[in-house]
């Protein structure tokens, strides 16, 4: 049901011929309009808010607030009221040949005026008035917004579609007045190419830059959009430029590092009170975890509200041909078999068709945080690490069944020279009962270097994951803590590397369960949208689809492909 | 059963379809159908491109072939594969290589839907070439004197991602349909719904009324179409504001919303009863 006025929305917007939004007042104030929203009195019912909006919304449409005559109101309320009883009258009298609503509405007597100028006119004499019903509501001339055709809602006029020449001399004369520095160095004849029609508009930036004339920085134009890339290598870079991880090589007696799944990088880390980043600054480290570990002691509980939820994240039909069996003959390779039977081969019997709703695009890493703090325990006994893991568990094997593309990590840290990720489950492995195993093994130890975890974990996921959708899901129990990292200084830090990975395309969510701490810091961090908390995984189950779409919708658009690893699913 | 893969519906026309024209298109049609010139229709949905093709086709007194595009559609699905009869393959021609062969005209609807590299296929019919190759038959079938290519898409709805092939669209001259003018949507609405023209001319109203909403965020507005759907349902005797709450209203939104605002309007622009 939809509440208020706001049901009014497009008949306002048919009537005023313009975009606008509909808004109660506050009690007790009439109904009047700012030319973008149309305040209704608030507290009526249906059918008076109707006239109201049918009201304001004719002056807008019907050319009553024409800033020409509107500015000769100012400050004179009796000839406002005056102004608006003629001008309501005459606007409903024009909207009533074609809208039976407002011949239904309108006053019964005829309108005294045919033009807004001409109430303007008769407005302002000695000449008899009727007073405006009250549901005429009042104008406020100081209240109207400048509205200039070129903006959003109205429809471009020819003029706005023409070589704005004369705007330009305008504004020309305005740069010249213009004090706080040198009015930018434009030629005239450049301003011909200006035009607010996009198309136009690379063909002018195209001739700025080929004549050396830019733009002043001041001078953007609203919504102007200044992309800061550079396609040269620079001696120097600002104090704001982000460093890119420098590669660690590892090599063991015989084989590198990467043949043993070793590998690390230097990441820089932020500084918030010099507010520069500090290159080169942790050494994040991953590795396998390759403990010999108890295969029996591996049990993951399974959530069939969370898989509900996730399986309907990112889910595209396919028709896969040539199957053992399916719904529908793949006519194709019926053939193809029949061809080969007839010329002596005895190929499989793979003449099935099958169309299911298994185009997954998500690349998902989990990471945990492993760190000491973890192992407080709640009031069952069990420690926050052991609902991480549990919980953590499940959503891998949960993604892992739905078809996704998903990796698990742990994570701690001791000093910024050692960051370490081991890896539970890498893209490529399963997540079978070794796995499982390894995971129960996992003693918390260390502290929280959250900012070099997640780039370290990004870059993981950037690299490998090879989905156009990717989300990191941190598990942490609160505050990001370590030697030298703590306080604001980690929390900027904290949200410098998210905003780093939002900007690669790469969404975050931060799910806190169990922790009996409080969680402010987390999400300070990383947003009320991307950040949850519980006390187990099955709270959180029932919303887990929002808190996925909500991370991964504050990314514009999924990012292209850029990542070598193909995803391994070709051949399911 | 092999009928479910048989691509869209072939069908033949005798019965002279309506169709107003707006402006010159008909004229161009014709022009490009004695040229030979493949001809691409872009227009908003339910404006009429279909009704459009079906009345060329029938003025022009040829035989008109139909398939509507979609994305599993393979050019096998176009061209014609080996099927198997008794213990034999045997060749059947598929929708477009029987218009390549009969002269008839070949209507590929909504084409952006197929994938495009089914739609490369009907690239040697759209030059000068104007011949299919068959690969599978090792032959190349050329066009009958009369075989026309004729496709249409929507330009407004489809994603970025579905679009036409620069290659494919540049050979194709191009007829732009819209929403025909309200003097003449009128006239459309009431002939084909089988109304009088007041009635006609207020759904137009209506329809005119949601088109020139601007941010009002509707994906599709009100299309030709949906008002004949609505003028039918006034024709058979519902009352015209429940006909347009189920034909139009309701149809363009499932927002309770947008509904709302959509069901305000409507009251205010039909008569009051």
Known sequence: MTTGAERFRLLAMFVANRAVEIAETRPGEPSYTNGEVIFVASGRSADEQRREVLLQSALLGGGSLDPRVTASLRARPRLTRRYLSLEGRRVLAELADRLPLAAALRPDDQPATMTAGESLEKARGRTKVEEAPEWFGVIRPSRLLPTTSAEHGASPTRRDLHTQIDQLEAADDEDEDDEDGRPSERSKILKLFESPVSAVESLADYFRKLLGSARSPGNEDVGGHLQVRAGRRARAVGSNARPLPTRIRFTDDASPGAAVGVAGALFPEWDVHNNRYRPDWCRVVDFDLTDAADVSTGGVIHDDVLRRRLSRIGLGPKTLRRRPDGDDLDIEALIDLFVDLRSGHSPAEHVYSERRQLERNLGVLILLDASGSATDTDADGLAVHEHQRRAAATMVVTLEELGDRVAFYAFRSHGRHSVQLPAIKTFGQRFGALGRARLNQLQPSGYTRLGAGIRGAGEILKAQAGTPNRLLVVLSDGFPYDDGYEGRYAEADTHKALEELRTDGVACLCLSIGAATDTEALERVFGSAGHASAPNLAVLSPHMDELFLGALGELAAPQALTSQAAPARAAR | ?273
């Open chain 2, 1 to 273: 059963m092999l009928t479910n893969h048989q691509p869209g519906v072939a069908e033949k026309h005798s019965e002279a379809p309506f169709y107003r024209p707006v402006a010159d298109e008909a004229d161009v049609f014709r022009a490009a159908a004695r040229r030979g010139l493949p001809v691409l229709l872009k227009g908003p949905t339910g404006c009429g491109k279909t009704r459009f093709v079906e009345a060329m086709a029938h003025d022009l007194g040829r035989e008109l072939i139909t398939v509507a595009g979609h994305e599993d559609m393979t050019s096998a699905d176009l061209v014609g594969r080996f099927l198997l009869k008794g213990s034999e393959t045997v060749w059947v021609d598929g929708p477009l290589t029987r218009a390549a062969r009969e002269g008839a005209i070949f209507y590929l609807d909504e084409v952006v839907e197929a994938r495009q590299d089914t739609t490369v296929v009907i690239h040697p019919l759209a030059d000068h070439r104007r011949e299919l190759p068959v690969d599978r038959l090792g032959t190349t079938v050329p066009a009958a004197p009369g075989f026309l290519l004729v496709i249409s898409y929507n330009p407004g709805y489809q994603s970025v991602l579905k679009n036409l092939k620069e290659s494919t669209r540049q050979r194709f001259i191009a007829l732009e349909l819209d929403f025909p003018p309200a003097a003449i949507e009128t006239e459309v609405v009431a002939h084909e719904a089988g109304i009088d023209l007041a009635t006609a001319r207020t759904l137009v109203t209506l329809g005119d009324a949601i088109r020139n909403l601007d941010g009002s965020g509707l994906r599709e507005v009100s299309s030709t179409r949906m008002l004949i759907l609505a003028g039918g349902l006034v024709a058979e005797g519902l009352s015209l504001r429940r006909a347009v709450q189920a034909a139009v209203v309701e149809a363009l939104s499932d927002d309770a919303d947008v509904v709302y605002a959509l069901g305000e309007l409507a009251d205010a622009i039909l008569p009051r009863t």
